[in-house]
């Protein structure tokens, strides 16, 4: 599987679009890169995600809130972000990770893409 250009362009906008919907604003950049060994992985890097209020708790010594209010904010829109790579790529995600660093506010997500044919689904993580 090829991912060209346009479609990591494609991503990156679509990703932007989602963080600012659901947090209230976008990342300053967004960086995509893709490993074409397989399994065929896509990693993006959104930079200055962290909301006004992430910033404040984790300046003031509250980073592990920060970690936990991204966590569920992943698990929460994790079908969006599955979603929007899945129709750009037209391709099937078969796992999905995202973390974010309270202090930098560097958020990664990694999209590990299925073999055609694969008929495993995505699964949502126990809670």
Known sequence: MQISR???NAVAERITQLER???????????????QEDPVS????????????????????????VLRHHEAL????????VGAVEEVLDARVHAYLAQVHPGTGH?????????????????????
């Open 107 to 127: 958020a990664v997500r990694v999209f590990i893409l299925a073999d055609l044919g694969d008929s495993l689904e995505l699964s949502e993580p126990s809670q």
């Open 21 to 35: 919907a659901f947090y209230g604003r976008g990342p300053s950049n967004v960086k995509v890169s893709v490993s």
């Open 6 to 8: 346009a479609q990591r």
């Open 42 to 65: 896509l990693i993006v890097l959104s930079i200055d995600s962290l909301t006004a209020a992430d910033s404040l708790l984790s300046e003031r010594g509250y980073r592990a809130a």
């Open 74 to 81: 992943h698990e929460a829109t994790r079908a969006d972000f």
